[in-house]
Structures are given as C-alpha cells and as structure tokens.
C-alpha cells in the first residue's frame, strides 16, 4: 500500500510539472522605432490584445505557446504586420523599425488629448498643419500674412500696430492662440479699426508675429468651434504654434526686397540653432530681426490748409475761401503730397528671440520649458493739425501746421515651464505654468499741446502719452490614461483644470500730453491718458473639463467634451462638444461635430476708458471721441448695460478622401451662431439733441463731440464651406505642391 501512494504520489508530481510546463507562456518583447528616434505611442496589436507603446518605444506581451500575428501602426508611418511564434517559457525580442508613410495627411497634436496619434485626414474635425518649408514658400516675412496665403477660411487684415486674423468670418477674439499646446497671451490693447474695411474692429486678439518665426516647427489650425476642449475665445477654431525641439542643426533664413516704386524696403534674418543636453534632453535656440520701410500709396490733400468753411457758407462762399487758400498755399510753398503720409505700411523694427528645452530625468518624468522675449517698434503719422484750426495749433511753433510723429513700443514676454510623466497603466500627467505679458507704450514728437500757445517756441513739442499693459498667468494640471476594453478597440478619458489670473492696467502721459493749460477752454489738450482715466483691472478665471474619446471599432470615432467656467468678475458657464467620424473605407471618411460655447468679454473691453481726437476730412471739424467703459456715469446715463460673455452654437459635417497617394480632399461646411456678440459701437454724435441733453450735465466732458462703447450689441449668424484640395507630384528633381 505504502509504495502504490508513493508511486502516485511521484505520478502526480510528475503530471502536475507537465502541465504547468505546457501551460507556461511565453514573453514577446519589442522596441518601435523610425531609425533615427523611439515612437511613443505606436499601436500593437498581438492576438486579441492591444496597448500602445511606451515612451521609449517598447511594448510586452505574455501568451500561450502557438503563431499570432502582430500588427504595430503608428500615424504617419507605414503599417507593421509580421506572424510571430511564441514559445513556452521564451522571451522573444523584436526590433520593428516603421518607414514614413508616403501618402498625405499631417500628425496633429491639436482637437484631442489621446496618446494615439492622428493625420488630419482621420480627424473628427478639420485641422491644417502647415510646415515652416510650406509657409516660407508664400514669400512673405510676417507669419500672419505666410497664413493668409496658405490656410482656409483664415484672413489677416494690415491694422495699424498689428495684423488681427480671423478664422471663418468671425473676429480675431473669437480664436485662440496655443504655444506649444498652452494658451498664449493676449494684447493690451483692442483694434482701432480706424480705416475702411480692417478686420476686428473693437476686438482684443494676440500678435501671432511676435513668436519668431525660426523657432517655429509647425502650425496647426483646428477649423471648428472648441471652448469645451481648451475655453473661452475658441469660437472660431484653435491655432497651436509647435515650436522645433531639433538638435545640432543650424538653420538661417534671409529674405529681403522692395517694391517697384522704390520704397517699402524690407529685411528678415533669423536664426536656429539646437543642443543635446548629455542625450537626455534639447535646448534649442532661435532669434530673429526684421525691418520694414514705410509705403506711401495715398493721394493728394486737396482741401484747405490756412482758411476755414464758415458752418454757414454759401456754395459760392467756399469757391472764394478755396481759391484764396490756395493762393496762400502757393505762396508758401506748402507740400499737399506730405498731408496723407500715413495712407500705406508702417516703419517697422521688430527683434526678438525664443529657448525651447527639455530634459528626461528618468523613464517616467521629464520637464519641458519656454522662454520668449519680443520687441517691435512702429512709426506712424498721425493726422496732420492744419493752422485753420487755431484750437489744435500752435502757431507760433508751427505756422503751417504739422503731422505729429507717433511711436509706439511694443514688448512681449512669455515663459512657460512644466513637468510631464506617465505612471502604472499608462496614466499620463502633466503640470504646467505659463506667464505672458504685453505691454504698449506710446510717444509722440514734432506735436504740441494746443493749450500751452501762451508759451510760444518755448513749448514742448514731444511727450510720453500713455502705455497699456496686459499680464496673464496660466495654470493647468492635466491627467489622461487610454484602455482598450473588449469589445471597444478603443477608449481615452481626459480630465483636468485650469487657474487663470488676468490683469489689465494702464498709466497716464507726460502732464503736457494731456493737462489742459487754457481756463477758457477755447483750445484742446495734448490727447494723451490723465490720472483720471488710468486703470488697474484683474480678474481670476477657474475651469475644469472632461475629454472622452473612443473607437468603438475600426470604422466609428466618437468624442464628447465638458467644460465649466468661472469668472470673477461676470460669472460661470458651461460649454459641451459631440464630434464623431465615420471610415466609409481606408480612402473615405465622413466627419460632422456640434458643440456649443462662449466668450467671456475681455478686461478691455469691460474697462477701457480713453479720448481720441480726429479730423473730419469732409468738413475739417474736429472730432474729440469718447469711449467709455459700461460702468461709466455715461454709459449708464446712455442706458448701456454691462457686459456679458458671447454664447454659441456651431455646427459642422464634412468628409475626407484620399483620391490616391497624391492627391486629398476636404470638404466641410459650418454654420455659427452667436448670441450677445460683443461690438465697439459707432460715433454718436452730439449734433444729436438726445446725446447732447445727456452728455451736457457732465461739465468736464464739455470738449467731447462723439461717444462711444462696447455693448452685447448683436447676434450673428455665419455659414460657408471650406474645400480644400491637396496635391503632391515630383518631376525628376523638382516637386510640385
């Protein structure tokens, strides 16, 4: 009996060591790569399991012994399909190396938070990507204006202190900026909107050209409405500026060249150099200088300079005065070309620099970093004072009148720093402050204060007349994990907040640039910002979103978005986004989204408070304009209620196709619609009885001939299509795109 239990003991024994050798699994293991770097994020499919890869490439798998096929893609690379044979109890290593795709379609950062990456032409919604080789080709020096060449649906308009874009119709405020996937600061002031047809009137956008343009990689623009993915001012779309992370390569870019007629003279250098920090990390630098001479294409002046129009004068009473003057024009020699001096481009000097850097500190964590600096300079003319109007001139300092020289300085600072990692289960963080800041001040020589005449030559005729500033600190805390739960071939939830300080100030001029010297009231003041109208205004913005993107199979991609808002100073909001694509097959794709959203107004907007003199060119009145803010007596007295955040609702659907490996097209059509849209109203004009009764009990605004304001003045409704068509041929050693 003993030695039966002991033989089946050994039996069993023996058994049960078989079994668990035929049940061991076997290990596969693997590194994707492009040859020259790792792929993150590359999708490996083994069997019925998928995971993505992880920072350095690499992936593990664990099966039964048997033959499977693994499947390894990546956007922007050609697909991996190879049959693999695992062994019991074996590890096996892969080296897979993917070739760059030659077929079209860019990988986009911007429109979604997942690890798996997208070209443009799998995207739920349409997003450009436009290299710096693309853009330099347009030949122009202002990324603004290399844009308006190459992008749809996007215009830039030549403002006199900026170049404002848009995107789909809207204004400048209803597009937001990202640097580097960050919300990049505004501009201190709003747009004058002072000639004829310039885009964003009363708006308050971002200087696109004050990020260098050498230290730029790529640029993004995402076309459809997004204030539930990245908040308020994403209306119109999303444009991300990529800045390079490239390493021991220089890079230079040259371009100069003028008009025909001679003048407009423009220069553009710039420069970009990378370094490798001990190969766990990148430090690369950029810097750039641009000049630009003014073009003059206006016409010639051709009213009165010396004598006035009577209000009351008889047709043939002007004929008399008209000929008169001219006769005194002739006679000293006075130049009508040099009235309109300011009817084209500006002088222009801009010069700046920009340090992009990270560095790895382990398998899991890494910090990444920005730093920007830029400076630009602009020369204008203002409107020229002609000795007819005693009130505006000096006469002993200027007997023929004078065009003030204005110059306006324009400096923009912006850092961001942060730290990224991926923990357990591919849970991916990031944490990261920014800090941006534009501030704009102004001078003015060969001008005077009208209301200092009692001092004759001895009159200051140059004076520091204001400066804006404008300060935004950024912070975020982002989290983000992808699974790939059966029968879902794909899911990744995004969540995270953001804290926003914004502040807003101004500060007055010189005390000749806006004091009035003269009792009786009969002449005007410098025209610069008194100590009564200086502003010192902040407000704390508090947000939270959630971003879930799945592919329910290989055909279906859904993406749903959440975001509340809260502003301290007008209150919170909510905005929500659907957006999904369809894969009719590899080459065709249907794609549509709805979403609604918001603009909160902006602290200029809310705030700002000036006075503006101007010439009536019909008539040569002066015009002395008021803005005045929406908690002004005024305002108030005019019935103007307080500003409220824009509220939208946009709706797009589209398709893509990929005709071959050459050729592409998109299509997609929108229809925006916004509520309470924000608008700089027009004049009006005291000549109105009703303006007039009510501006009258305000003594010190007896100067002031127009008002005007901001208001939730209008809805709007905007709709158009976009069809973009994409081509690639090569010709011997030539290309064609």
């Known amino acids: 009996m003993k030695v039966f239990l002991h033989t089946a003991k050994v ?18 293991k693997g590194r994707v790569h492009n040859d020259n770097e790792n792929l993150p994020n590359a999708t490996v499919s083994f069997g019925n399991k998928t995971a993505p890869t992880n920072n350095k490439g690499e992936f593990s798998f664990s099966a039964t012994a048997g033959t499977y096929t693994l499947i390894v893609t990546h956007a922007g690379y050609k697909k991996i399909q190879r049959a693999v044979i695992i062994e019991a109890g074996h590890t096996r290593m892969l080296d897979l190396v993917m070739e ?3 077929q079209l ?17 799998n995207t739920p919604v349409p997003v450009d990507v436009f290299s710096t080789k693309q853009l330099l080709q347009t030949g122009q020096i202002n990324l603004t204006q290399m844009l308006n060449f190459t992008a749809p649906s996007f215009n830039a308009s030549r403002e006199l202190l900026n170049e404002p874009v848009t995107l789909r119709g809207l204004d400048p405020q209803h597009v937001l900026i990202l640097l580097n996937g960050t919300r990049y600061h505004n501009v201190a002031w709003y747009y004058m909107g002072t000639l004829k047809g310039q885009l964003g009137r009363g708006s308050v956008g971002n200087d696109l050209n004050s990020i260098p343009f050498s230290a730029i990689d790529k640029v993004e623009i995402l076309r459809d409405g997004a204030s539930a993915q990245y908040g308020s001012d994403a209306i119109a779309g999303v444009i991300n500026i990529r800045l390079k992370e490239t390493t021991g390569k220089t890079a230079i870019q040259l371009h100069t060249g003028q008009y025909y007629a001679g003048d407009g003279e423009k220069f553009s250098f710039g420069i970009n150099h990378g370094f490798s920090i001990h190969k766990k990390g990148f430090l690369n630098f950029s810097a750039d200088y641009r000049y630009q001479e003014p073009a003059y294409r206006g016409g010639i002046y ?12 008889t047709h043939n009473d002007s004929m008399h005065i008209k000929t008169k003057d001219d006769s005194i024009i002739n006679a000293k020699g006075f130049d009508r070309k040099s009235v309109l ?7 222009t000097v801009r010069a ?9 500190l382990n398998n899991h964590i890494a910090l990444f970093w920005t730093a920007a600096i830029n400076d630009r300079k602009v020369w204008r003319d203002a409107a020229y004072r002609f000795p007819k109007n005693p009130s505006q001139v000096n006469l002993v300092l200027y007997p023929n009148g004078f065009q003030a020289k204005d110059k306006n300085n324009n400096i923009d600072i912006s850092t961001i720093a942060g730290i990224k990692g991926e923990i357990k289960n591919h849970l991916r963080w990031d944490i990261t402050s920014s800090y941006g800041q534009n501030v704009v001040s102004a001078s003015a020589t060969n001008t005077n204060n009208p209301s200092q005449s009692f001092m004759g030559k001895e009159a200051p005729t140059s004076f520091y007349t204001d400066a804006e500033i404008y300060r935004q600190l950024t912070n975020n805390i982002n989290f983000s994990k992808t699974w790939i739960p059966a029968p879902i071939k794909l899911l990744n939830i995004a969540v995270g907040a953001e804290w926003r300080v914004e502040q807003y100030r101004t500060r007055a001029g ?23 109208n200086v502003l010192n205004k902040n407000r704390n913005v508090l947000g939270t979103y959630i971003d879930i993107e799945t592919e329910l199979n290989n055909r279906f991609l859904l993406d749903a978005a959440g975001r509340y808002e809260y502003y ?23 794609r549509a989204s709805a979403s609604n959203g918001f603009r909160a107004p902006s602290l200029q907007q809310r705030y700002a408070i000036s006075t503006s003199t101007d010439i009536d060119r019909a008539t040569g009145r002066p015009l002395f304009n008021g803005l005045f803010p929406n908690d002004h007596e005024v305002a108030k007295a005019l019935g103007i209620p307080s500003l409220t955040a824009e509220r939208t609702l946009n709706v797009s659907s589209g398709l893509t196709a990929k005709l071959n490996n050459r050729n592409s097209l998109t299509v997609d059509a929108y229809w925006i619609q916004i509520k309470n849209r924000i608008i700089l109203s027009g004049s009006y004009d005291r000549n109105n009885r009703s303006i007039d009764s009510i501006l009258k009990p305000y003594t010190n605004l007896s100067q002031i001939t127009e008002v005007s304001f901001f208001s939730n003045a209008v809805n709007t409704r905007t709709y158009g299509v976009d069809l973009v068509f994409n081509g690639f041929y090569n010709f011997a050693k030539s290309n064609l795109h």
């Open 11 to 28: 039996a069993f024994a023996f058994l049960a060591l078989s079994s668990f050798a035929f049940a061991q699994d076997g290990t596969i």
């Open 100 to 102: 760059p795709e030659k």
């Open 105 to 121: 379609g860019e990988v986009v950062v911007v429109g979604s938070r997942s690890a798996i990456q997208r070209t443009n032409l």
């Open 302 to 313: 051709q009213g009165t300079v010396y004598l006035p129009y009577p209000s009351n004068a």
């Open 341 to 347: 001096a300011n009817a084209g481009t500006l002088k």
């Open 352 to 360: 700046g620099a920009l340090l992009n850097g990270g560095y790895t």
């Open 510 to 532: 010189d005390s000749a640039s806006w004091y009035n010297y003269d009792p009786t009231g009969a002449k005007q003041d410098g025209g610069g910002v008194s100590p009564d």
């Open 568 to 590: 301290s100073d007008f209150g919170s909001n909510v905005a929500g986004k659907l957006a999904a694509r369809y894969k009719v097959s590899e080459c065709f794709m249907l």
